[in-house]
């Protein structure tokens, strides 16, 4: 991207990021709420996050009907079920930190974390139904309800991966439901306000699914060798954590009995550096693959825009979809 | 209630409550989803329960419809989310049983405790968006996530008893959130399903909010004094458990220096029995204040119920807040 194009792009991301940001503020300071609720339900959404699915939720609604206003309590409702999983996930994972801030449960005990995440659930649906009308508001419970059920099957898997991830296809399957399923809703749903047209339904279920995929990739990428200084991860993290990543499992698919031998003396253990382990990986091609997976799925969303007609939104979801793939953070 | 009249009632009850178990049956048997997720999200609404969210549900359908099939994914949906709170306020109580079943975090592990109430909690929504139209649906889950907000509201009130418990004017606002309030949406849903007129609207959320208060507080009188083998907890189970209940607190407020020191040494303790402390509640007015209390409030839904037509539904919904409120366990 030229300065000037990247420039632009990041007026806008910042654009629909301040007028959700806005949104979710107005609702962490409704009253009526137990102050204790109130401050471990909104701790975490209120210290960052890029609010990448509300800004394509609302950048899909602009290129398919010209403005994004009417989308930001759909905006807001995707990062509240965002964040409520997060919530929950730390908890099961027993995570202290995130965005660089202790995690809900860590300040505020476990039972407020488990409510708080339950009360944002709930917001989820009463805001969709409260500014929406019938059909629309319908269409849009039916995507985000039927997303949460897919996270938490996603997240089952997640937490049991020695039984439900264990192969490339296991990943495949795993990463849509725990990520992209989200994403797709999120896509699926600035075209459901949009107008719902079935045309657009199915194209941006099409393009979430993919980008949701390659989000996840690059993930993956960004925990293998990643650059330490921007993902303030050391190199070979994933490793270290045995989390089962498309780059991990498609390598382990390849090796022999001896490569396994000396991979698990790194996998899920403490090691000083994992740059001979991250090379194992390489040399089985994992990386090669997993970038090269990564870009086709991002190839195809691209392509599947390329049928709407030329506007600033679609420029700007574009410059999007490359931005997830080549971030390096 | 006479005897052909009692079996009558218990046999119209029986038949709501077979066909909302049919429909939740169906709903746990459904493909896609992880074997260990389904076992830990219908266990315990498997496990028995005595419908009665669904039941209201379905029976003030049919007073004002003349039937309740229509109401079964409605009235599923309201257990879903009455489970989703059990499953997770388990956790945060740390109860290792209920309804004569282990709990589902003692069972499966607190991680799959929490993504099975989260499941439960997506598919109520994804339930009624897929089976009711438009406004229907949305009528629907505006009431069933204000409900659910104020369910987080009343537990967080609940956890934090010092705080947020501690006159009688408090427990009324907390039992309405956490208990009353369900209920509340249970009716208002089956009158949205009978076709949402505004007037029904306003007469049960009145009669449901009132239903809500008066089960409540039965409870709490079975918790003071029931019979423990019927109940299947000693006398006085509320006291060792230092809970805040609507006797106890009356009696709190109205006892001396001396009579506070006694009932303290019973108040959240272990001792051997709990007969002294009852006593001191009731001499106190605690229990008759909390007898009466639940009469007014039964006796007002009854008489919104009364400008309503003569049918068996009307009947059966007149017969039930009477059971409601004198039960034995």
Redesign the interface.
């Known amino acids: 991207m030229e300065t000037s194009s990247r420039e632009w792009f990041q007026q806008k991301y910042s654009e629909y990021k301040v007028a959700v940001d806005k949104y979710i503020e107005g609702i962490s300071t409704r009253d ?3 102050e ?2 109130r401050s471990s339900s909104f701790h975490l959404i209120l210290s960052g996050g890029k609010r990448i699915r509300p800004v394509l939720l609302l950048s899909t609604l602009e290129l398919l009907s010209g403005g994004y206003e009417d989308g930001l309590p759909a905006a807001a409702s995707v990062e509240l079920l965002h964040n409520f ?1 997060l919530i ?1 996930d730390d ?2 994972d027993r995570d202290d930190y995130r965005r660089g801030v202790k995690t809900t449960h860590v300040l505020f005990g ?3 974390a ?2 708080a ?3 944002l ?6 805001e ?3 500014n ?4 629309t ?3 849009l ?2 995507v ?3 997303a ?2 897919k996270v ?2 996603g ?3 997640d ?2 991966p020695e ?2 991830v264990k192969s490339v296809d296991d990943y495949f399957e795993m990463v849509y439901y725990k990520t992209g399923a989200l994403i797709e809703a999120s896509m699926v749903s600035g075209a459901i306000v949009a107008g719902g047209r079935e045309e657009w339904l199915r194209d941006f279920r099409e393009v979430g699914r993919k980008i949701g995929i390659a989000f996840q990739i690059a993930d993956d990428l960004l925990g293998l060798i990643g650059d330490p200084s921007k993902t303030g991860k050391p190199v070979g993290n994933d490793i270290r954590n045995g989390k089962r990543t498309l780059p991990i499992l498609y390598a382990l698919e390849r090796m022999g009995r001896d490569e396994l031998d000396l991979f698990n003396r790194y996998f899920g253990r403490e090691a000083g550096d994992y740059l001979e382990a991250v090379e194992l990986i390489r040399s089985k091609g994992g990386i090669e693959y997993a970038r090269r997976t990564m870009y086709e799925y991002a190839g195809e969303a691209l392509s599947i825009l390329d049928k709407y007609p030329d506007s600033s939104a679609k420029r700007f979801l574009s410059e999007l979809i490359r931005y997830i793939v080549d971030r390096d953070r």
Chains 1, 2 share one sequence.
């Open positions: 009526g709420l137990p204790d609720l999983t929950h908890i099961m476990e039972s407020l488990i409510l995440g339950d009360y659930f709930s917001l989820v649906f009463s969709v139904s409260r929406y009308e019938g059909e508001a319908r269409m419970v039916r985000l309800s039927e949460s059920e938490c099957i997240q089952t898997m937490i049991m039984k439900y």
